[in-house]
């Protein structure tokens, strides 16, 4: 239940906004894996996702058992409904999907982007943000503002990413002039997006996979040494307190300008969490999402899933101890760790 | 190989003279008994024991046990032989560093075999073998040799002289020859266990480098043969 897991020192209270609860009204659905299909099924020939999977576990996971299958999980389908129900005319609202570690904040983005993906939204998808504050190899001076850094090479897989996932969008969001480096394209597209979507023309949904990175230290160094703060990275990166630009967005829409389009920050909130308060100041007002561990029925779920596709391959895994015995039942143990530390 | 070592002779000494030749660097008495790691035995009802467990139990009321070793583990997944071969690939005690490689090697091999098996078509799919203990122990045995060689020194010349080995031998010289082999012919940006799955993938099919080696051994043993009344054990 998201209620029951609270953050420890959360300095700010829980935002009133104009949502109804989001702990009613889902159904208590039983959690099944559905296939998130990711090469194209010959007899059902359904588009590819673009959707970048998040880590390089569940990447190799993919490619060893043939297919993508994702857990249907509360949070996932919590925000699915809030997102589809959301009204338009009103401002942004702002999801934070928290949990520790290993609990499954990213796949659940994964999963919502994947949905909104295939009813049609416009994806502005941020997969991992702490890459950006790190090791960077090219670090530029920025072409058109002093003191400000770029990162092309990030700059332009991030361009290439953007255009794979929207391309049938493309046509439509117009006026993309020439730009010189990866870094001011990146910002024309982020005004031109703001600029469309007040138009309404289209739903955006913002994503960010490790939101906290944006507020915290950075480990880049410049050429003479000195650190990179964080008001100094790119004219591209709009996000966060990084740049002014992005800044106005985040002002015009909690203005209440008249945006018909919904924003969701999803962030990865280690524990214990990151006390930085300039970020709970910028990301507040949010609607707080819990990702637990897994229950004993999503456990027994994730365990049949791996015995079908032949993962569980050592013949003591399916007794009570091979699957944690009495560990698990004390913990209310997490599945894919479980499944996976106990035999090889 | 060596000539018969100081365990063999101490055994067959103790067998004749008990308690008097300590095996190794052991210090017990011999009515210490081996620690019983087996659950099951513990939880079976006292009905359905056999004639022998239970005077095995009636035993460890009255006699002293051993101290279980740090390796010994009641764990379901737990086998003597990849603990053995952990031991072996352990560099200047760090056992995490050895086990986490000997787990990376295991699900090297599950995940290639996964690979295959989900590729191929309905009919193969029986045949490709999926579990990387089973694939790890059919590789071992398929490595070990059955004829091993002995120096022998006979008027003032050095003969290799063909000599049957012990079990342990077997496995030793199995283990000992798959680790070496991966630790010096492979590319220095190669891990450990990418290199080690492969030659195992490659013993269970006996083929490979080590299988090679084998043979070899059983090629001079062969050649050797008129040197075997060498042997005097």
Redesign the interface.
């Known amino acids: 239940h998201p209620s029951e897991s609270p953050i420890p020192q959360c300095p700010k209270p829980q935002s009133q906004s104009p949502i109804p609860n989001p702990q009613s009204r889902i159904p208590d659905r039983r959690p099944d894996k559905r296939p998130v299909s990711q090469s194209p099924n010959p007899h059902n020939p359904k588009p590819q996702s673009p959707i970048p999977i998040p880590n390089p576990q569940s990447q ?1 996971q993919i ?4 297919e993508a299958r994702v857990l249907v999980r509360r949070p996932a389908l919590e925000l699915l409904s809030l997102l589809k129900g959301s009204d338009f005319t009103r401002p942004a609202v702002r999801y934070l999907i928290y949990g520790e570690r290993g609990t499954g904040k990213s796949l659940s983005l994964s999963h919502v982007l994947h949905g909104c993906w295939r009813q049609g939204w416009l994806i502005l998808h941020v997969p991992d943000a702490h890459a950006w504050v790190r090791s960077c190899r090219e670090l530029l001076p920025s072409s058109h503002r002093r003191e400000r850094l770029e990162q092309p090479l990030q700059a332009s897989a991030w361009l290439r990413a953007f255009k794979s996932c929207n391309e049938r969008f493309l046509t439509e969001v117009r006026g993309l002039s020439r730009v010189r480096s990866a870094s001011d394209a990146v910002g024309v597209v982020l005004r031109e997006l703001r600029q469309q979507c007040q138009r309404g023309s289209f739903r955006l949904l913002v994503a960010v996979d490790g939101v906290n990175a944006l507020w915290g230290r950075t480990a880049l160094r410049r050429d003479d040494g000195t650190p990179v703060r964080k008001g100094q990275l790119g004219t591209g990166w709009d996000l966060g307190v990084f740049c002014v630009d992005f800044g106005c967005i985040l002002a015009v829409f909690w203005v209440g300008f008249g945006c018909i389009f919904a924003v969701f920050w999803v962030v990865f909130w280690p524990y214990p969490p990151d006390p930085s308060q300039e970020g709970f100041d910028a990301l507040d007002p949010f609607v707080p999402i819990a990702v637990p561990n897994y229950s004993p029925r999503e456990f027994e779920s994730c365990y049949s899933y791996y015995l079908e ?3 569980l ?2 013949p ?2 399916q ?1 009570w ?2 699957k944690g015995g009495e560990g698990r039942e004390g913990r209310g143990g997490r599945g894919r760790r479980e499944g ?1 530390g ?3 | 190989m060596a000539a018969p070592s100081a365990v063999g002779l101490s055994r067959r000494l103790r067998a004749w003279l008990p308690r008097i030749m300590p095996v190794r660097w052991s210090r017990y008495d011999p009515s210490y008994l081996e620690p019983e790691v087996n659950k099951e035995l513990y939880q079976k009802p006292p009905e359905k024991l056999t004639e022998e467990e239970r005077e095995q139990m009636e035993l460890k009321a009255v006699r002293p046990i051993k101290a279980a070793p740090p390796t010994l583990s009641s764990s379901v997944f737990s086998d003597p032989m990849v603990s053995k071969f952990t031991n072996m690939m352990m560099k200047n005690g760090n056992k995490v560093l050895a086990r986490s490689l000997m787990s990376q090697t295991l699900e090297a091999i599950k995940r290639k075999q996964l690979e295959k098996y989900h590729k191929a078509p309905e009919n193969e799919k029986e045949a490709i073998e999926c579990n990387p203990y089973v694939i790890f122990h059919q590789a071992l045995k398929n490595c070990q040799p059955i004829i091993g060689l002995s120096s022998i020194t006979r008027g003032g010349k050095t003969y290799q002289v063909p000599v049957p080995l012990t079990d342990n031998r077997k496995r030793f010289l199995a283990m000992k020859w798959l680790i070496t082999e991966c630790r010096e012919n492979k590319h220095r940006r190669t891990m450990m266990p990418e290199k080690l799955s492969q030659e195992l993938l490659l013993a269970f099919n006996n083929e490979g480098p080590i299988i090679k080696k084998k043979h070899v051994l059983h090629k001079m043993a062969e050649a050797n043969r008129a040197y075997a009344h060498f042997r005097w054990w």
């Open positions: 190799s490619q060893t058992l043939g596709r032949r993962w391959q050592h003591n895994g007794c101890e091979g996976r106990g035999e090889a």
